[in-house]
C-alpha cells in the first residue's frame, strides 16, 4: 500500500502536530482532537515546555477545564510529569521546574468558575459582589431558584398573567403519568431563562390574531365532526381515524353550553388534536364509500387541510406564547437574584457573568490580569459556553484596550486551546458547535493555528475503522446545521492476531406477532448479552491490554462495559433484565475506561452496512 493510500485509510500522520505543540512555544494553537488522541497530554507537555524554559513562573500560569475532577486529575499528572522533567533536563532547566514544583500549588488550575470566583474575590468592590459571597452548588442553584419561584408564582396566580395562563393550560391538558405537575414544570422552563439571563433583551412578538384563528379552526372540526357522523361503517377507517376530531367537537358543544367560549382551553385542546392528527393511525384513508353525498377523497381532503391547518396554528402559537412566558417569567428571575443577593450567593452564570463584566468594563483590572497572566491553557475547550470564551479571549488579548472579544487579537503563544469540536453536540452548559466555530474563525482571525490530532491510542485498528465509516458520512461540516467535521482516527495500537476486534451480536428471537418488533428485540437481548459475557469470560480466551499493567491478560468483569441507548423506557427500567438473579452473575457492567479490545454490537439498523466495510 503507498503513502497516500495508507493516509486515506488510517488519516493522516499527526507527529508533526505533536512537534509543533512542544516546540512553537510563540504560537497561539487550538488543537482539534477526538477522545483518547492524547489531547490533554499534549496540553501538559506544552505547560511544562513553557515552565522549563523559564517563560513564565508556574503563578503566571492559568489551566481550566470543565470539572472539578479532570482539574485535579490535570494538576496530579502535571506534577508527575514535571518530576520526570526535572530528571531529564538540563542545569537551566532543572532551576526553573524545581522552582515550579515548589510553588506549584500557586497555579491557577482549575474549573473556569473556580478561575471567575478568584478573580471576583480580588476584586469585589469593582465587581459589585459581596466579598464574602458563597459560592452556590450546581446541583443547589435548581432548588435555590425553585424556592424564590414558589414565592413569585403565588403572587402572580391571583392576577393570572396572560402567557402564565395560557401556558397552564397546555401543560395541564398535556400532563401524563410520569410527567411533573404543571407548575414545576413552569419553574423549569423559567430556570432555563434564568442560566441565559446574560441576554436580557425581549423576544419579538409577531402579530397574532390568535383569537380569530382558533374560532376558525372551532368551525372546521365542527364540520369534520358532522361528516364522520354520516359514515355508518364504525370500523371504516377513515371514520376512526376522525375520532379525535369528534371528541374534541363535542367538548366544544358541552362546555359552551354551560360557559362562554375559553380560548385559552381552546388553544390547548387543538394543539392536542394537531398531536393526535400527526399519528400514523390517525392518517389511514381507509377504501370504498364513506357516506350518501360525501365522497371519501372530500373527507380525505380536509381533514389533511386541518391537520395543516393546525401546524400552522402551532407554530404561530408557540412563537407567541414563547415571547409572552420570556417577558412574564423575567420577575421569577428577579425573584432569584433578589434572594441570592439577600444570602450573599453566586451561582455558577453568576461567577461568569460578574467576572466577564469585570473584565469587559474595567480597563484597568482588564490590564492587571492580562499582564499578570502570562499563558492560558483550557483544555475541553468544546465545551466553553459564550461568557467563557469572551473572559478568555480578553483575558490573552495583546491589546489592554480591547472590549470586544471578537475584535480582540491574542498574544502570540499566551493561548492554547484544545477540544473535541464533535462534542459541542452535547451542548454541556450551553455549548454548541456554532459557537464553537465562531470562536474558532474568530482565533484564526487572529493569528492561532489550528492543528489536528489523529492517532488514537484507546482502541486498535478495526474499531477505528468502523467508527470512521459509521460517522464520517454524518459529520460533514455543514455550518448551517450545526455539523462538525468529521477527522478520521488513525491507526496507532494492531489487532490482537486471531481474535476478533468488533462483533455484531445477532439476536435470537426478533420476531413478535407480526413479524420483527422493537419488543420482541428488546426481551430477547438480555439472554444473548448475558450468555455472550459468561463465553468471554470463562471460554473465549480472549486477550486485552490492561492500562495498569500494560500487558495482555485474560478479559476480566472491570473489562467489560454494557452501554444503553436510555436507562428508561415508558417509565421501565430497561437495565434491569440484565441484572435478574438469572443473569446477574454473567453480566457485569463496570467503567467505561476499561481498554478492551473487544467491542460488541448489539443488533441496530445499519450495523451489518457498517461492518461490511471492515474488510476493506
Known amino acids: 500500500m503507498n503513502e497516500r493510500a495508507a493516509e486515506s485509510r488510517h ?170 405537575p404543571p407548575l414545576e414544570r413552569l419553574c423549569a422552563a423559567g430556570w432555563q431563562l434564568a442560566e441565559w439571563r446574560d441576554y436580557p433583551a425581549p423576544w419579538r412578538r409577531e402579530p397574532f390574531a390568535r383569537d380569530d384563528e382558533i374560532d376558525a379552526l372551532v368551525e372546521r372540526v365542527a364540520r369534520l365532526s358532522e361528516w364522520a357522523s354520516r359514515c355508518a361503517n364504525t370500523r371504516d377507517e377513515l371514520r376512526k381515524s376522525l375520532q379525535p376530531v369528534v371528541l374534541l367537537a363535542t367538548w366544544i358543544e358541552r362546555s359552551e353550553a354551560l360557559a362562554p367560549r375559553d380560548h385559552d382551553a381552546l388553544e390547548a385542546r387543538q394543539l392536542e388534536l394537531a398531536k393526535q392528527l400527526r399519528k400514523p393511525w390517525n392518517r389511514r384513508s381507509g377504501r370504498g364509500k364513506f357516506a350518501e353525498a360525501l365522497p371519501r377523497e372530500q373527507v380525505v381532503a380536509a381533514r389533511d387541510g386541518l391537520r395543516a391547518e393546525l401546524e400552522g396554528f402551532q407554530q404561530r402559537a408557540d412563537a407567541d406564547l414563547a415571547a409572552l412566558l420570556h417577558a412574564e417569567l423575567q420577575g421569577a428571575v428577579s425573584a432569584y437574584e433578589d434572594l441570592k443577593r439577600r444570602i450573599g450567593k453566586l451561582d455558577f452564570s453568576d461567577l461568569l457573568v460578574r467576572a466577564r463584566d469585570l473584565v469587559r468594563d474595567h480597563p484597568a483590572v482588564r490590564a492587571h490580569l492580562q499582564d499578570r497572566y502570562a499563558y492560558l491553557f483550557v483544555d475541553e475547550f468544546q465545551d466553553t459556553d459564550p461568557l467563557q470564551a469572551e473572559i478568555l479571549l480578553l483575558l490573552a488579548a495583546d491589546d489592554p484596550t480591547a472590549q470586544d472579544w471578537r475584535q480582540a487579537r491574542p498574544r502570540p503563544g499566551k493561548l492554547f486551546l484544545v477540544g473535541d469540536p464533535k462534542q459541542s453536540i452535547y451542548r454541556f452548559r450551553r455549548a454548541d458547535l456554532l459557537l464553537y466555530n465562531q470562536v474558532k474563525e474568530t482565533l484564526a482571525r487572529g493569528g492561532v493555528g489550528v492543528v489536528n490530532l489523529t492517532r488514537s491510542f484507546r482502541s486498535v485498528e478495526p474499531i477505528q475503522r468502523f467508527v470512521n465509516c459509521a460517522f464520517a458520512p454524518e459529520m460533514d461540516g455543514d455550518a448551517n446545521r450545526g455539523r462538525p467535521h468529521y477527522i478520521p482516527l488513525a491507526e496507532h495500537r494492531k489487532a490482537r492476531e486471531g481474535q476478533p476486534a468488533i462483533i455484531a451480536l445477532p439476536v435470537p428471537r426478533p420476531y413478535g406477532e407480526r413479524g420483527i418488533t422493537g419488543k420482541a428485540i428488546e426481551a430477547s437481548l438480555p439472554d444473548a448479552v448475558g450468555a455472550w459475557i459468561h463465553w468471554l469470560l470463562d471460554d473465549s480466551g480472549f486477550l486485552v491490554e490492561d492500562p495498569e499493567l500494560r500487558q495482555p491478560v485474560a478479559v476480566m468483569p472491570h473489562h467489560i462495559c454494557i452501554l444503553f441507548r436510555r436507562f428508561v423506557s415508558w417509565g421501565r427500567d430497561v437495565t434491569r433484565d440484565y441484572t435478574t438473579p438469572d443473569t446477574l452473575a454473567t453480566v457485569l457492567a463496570a467503567s467505561a475506561g476499561a481498554a478492551s479490545s473487544v467491542a460488541v454490537i448489539a443488533h441496530n439498523p445499519g450495523v451489518e452496512e457498517w461492518a461490511s466495510h471492515l474488510s476493506g
Open 11 to 180: 488519516g493522516p500522520d499527526d507527529q508533526p502536530a505533536r512537534e509543533r505543540i512542544r516546540g512553537s512555544l510563540d504560537e497561539s494553537l487550538l488543537v482539534e482532537a477526538a477522545a483518547g488522541t492524547g489531547k490533554t497530554t499534549e496540553l501538559i507537555e506544552r505547560l511544562v515546555a513553557v515552565l522549563e524554559q523559564g517563560r513564565a513562573e508556574v503563578e503566571q500560569i492559568v489551566a481550566v477545564t470543565f470539572t472539578r475532577k479532570a482539574a485535579g486529575e490535570l494538576k496530579l499528572r502535571l506534577r508527575e510529569r514535571l518530576d520526570r522533567a526535572f530528571h531529564d533536563a538540563a542545569p537551566s532547566g532543572r532551576v526553573h521546574l524545581e522552582r515550579a514544583i515548589a510553588r506549584l500549588e500557586g497555579a491557577q488550575i482549575g474549573t473556569i468558575h473556580s478561575f471567575c470566583a478568584e478573580i471576583l474575590r480580588e476584586r469585589p468592590v469593582e465587581a459589585g459582589v459581596d466579598p464574602g459571597f458563597v459560592e452556590v452548588a450546581d446541583d443547589e442553584s435548581p432548588r435555590l431558584f425553585a424556592r424564590a419561584f414558589d414565592g413569585w408564582i403565588q403572587e402572580r396566580l391571583e392576577a393570572m398573567p396572560v402567557g402564565i395562563r395560557r401556558a397552564l393550560s397546555r401543560l395541564a391538558l398535556s400532563s401524563g403519568f410520569f410527567d411533573d
